[in-house]
Each structure stands twice: as C-alpha cells, then as structure tokens.
C-alpha cells in the first residue's frame, strides 16, 4: 500500500527573501529535500503539502517551488483568502499550476469569521466549479464548521485536525483534550465531508507509543468510517510535542488496526479524497 501523509508543512529558513509573517515553535527550516529524507526514512510514500498559512499566508509560491522539484511526492493545498473579492479567480489559477489538489479556510474561533460570510460562500462556490475539495481548519470552533457544511452541501469537505484543538508544546495539553469529540462524531452526519485524523499524537497524555489516542480514535473511526478517514502526522506545526518517526510509527505498528483498515487510512481514503496517488 502507498502510505500517505495528508498533512505537511514545509517551508525555508526565515529570510529578506521570503519572509515569515510569524514564527511559530517550529524547526528553522523543514525544506522539501529534508521533508523527503524524514518520509523516506519512516517509509512515507508521499504527502498532502498545506502551504503554511503562520508564515506564508496567502502565498503559495514557496509549495510550488517544491512540488516541481518533488512531483511524485507531494501535492499541494493552499489557504485562500475571504476578503479577495478576486478569489474565484486565484482558485482558477491555482486549479491550472501542476500539483495542485485543494484549497484550505480558516474558520477557527480566531479568525472571527461567521459561517454565513459572503467571501466563505465565493471560495466553496468556486471550490465546486473547479472540483477542488476544501480544507477547512475549524477546531475549537465546530458549530461553526457544521453550519458552513450545511450550507453548502454541494462542496466535499476536508476537516483538518479532527476538528479538536491541539497544542504546540506538550505542557499546553489540556486536562480533556477530547473534549470536543460527541461534536466531533456528530460532523460524520454529513455526508460532503470527510475527516484528517492528523496530529492525533500530540493528544496524548502518556509517552511514546500513545497508547491512550485509540479509544476515542475508535470511535472517530465508527462514526465516519475508515473510507472517510485520512491520517496524517501535521509535521511540522507538531514538532515540539513529537517528531516524525513518533507520528507515524504508532499508526504503522499498532494492533488496533486490521491490515486493510491501515491501508485505507493511511492512504487509500487520502488518494480518494484528493484524487491523488504518489509515485517515486
């Protein structure tokens, strides 16, 4: 089976050249070449690259940079903005540059962006014309996600994160970081969407292999389905609570999976839902 990572970020170092809007706790740099040697050596066959909205915002030239040197590895989403009253044609671009398999909203708590915003429904819209999926952060804010899903019942969903909250350092782990999940198992109730069981690691609270992450995985996995389901490491924004080995070797030696249900998520529902298989 081809493993499939469906969600990485990579990016240079800091520089006048490209610079960083913020720095996260993150490693200096995770370029395309050093993401590739971290796959290789874990046995990923490829991976979904989310240009990263904390550092590049709307810029998505550094993720094309990397796709081109990289083909049969990565694909590429990218963030687009609600306020360009131009956005349905930036997505018509996008859909036009080689490599490319999705867009990405931010609709977190944060953003303070209603579910009912004009610049939302022109993204979906032209998400739909141009058969791209969207992926939506909504974590912490899931009512609000739902709602936007309802709304548009034509646009197929990716929901990144398992739409629960999770922490950049382990000591800001929460005392229930599931807390959302009966939200969470209600989302399965939409058929348009499907879920990223990614940074699931970083919601432990014991060490290395996290054994604690598979009771509420399980019953993630029986609302939604393995079909509907897309693992994923979220590496690098996960770094400093495990590194890339520890994010995707729990999944690869767990006896809680069957073979076929780890061939689908950690891969066969990834390559479904973005109509894309990697090739080395």
Known sequence: MAIIDSQVHVYEA?????PWHTVPNWPDHVTGDEMVT??????????????????????ASYAVQVQR???????LVKPVDPDDPAVADVIADWKKTPGTVGIRIIL??????????????RILRAAVRHDFPVNMLCWGNVDA????????PDTRFIIDHLAIMQPRTRAALPAQPWADLPKVLDLAKRRNAVIKVSGACTLSREPYPFSDIWDPLARV?????????????????AFAVVNYEQAVEPFRQTNRLSTSERAMLMGGACAK????????
């Open 14 to 18: 800091n520089t006048p050249k490209r």
């Open 69 to 75: 040197a990289h083909s049969g590895r990565f694909a």
């Open 221 to 237: 996995f029986d609302a939604w389905g393995f079909e509907r389901c897309l693992w994923g490491t979220d590496w690098t924004r």
């Open 108 to 121: 977190t708590k944060e953003a303070g962006r209603d579910p009912n915003d004009p610049g939302l429904d």
């Open 273 to 280: 839902a973005y109509g894309w298989s990697p090739r080395k």
């Open 38 to 59: 971290a796959m290789d050596r874990v046995g990923v066959d490829g991976a979904i690259f989310i240009s990263a909205f904390s550092m590049y915002r709307y810029d």
């Open 145 to 152: 996600g739902a709602a936007l899903i309802d709304r548009h």
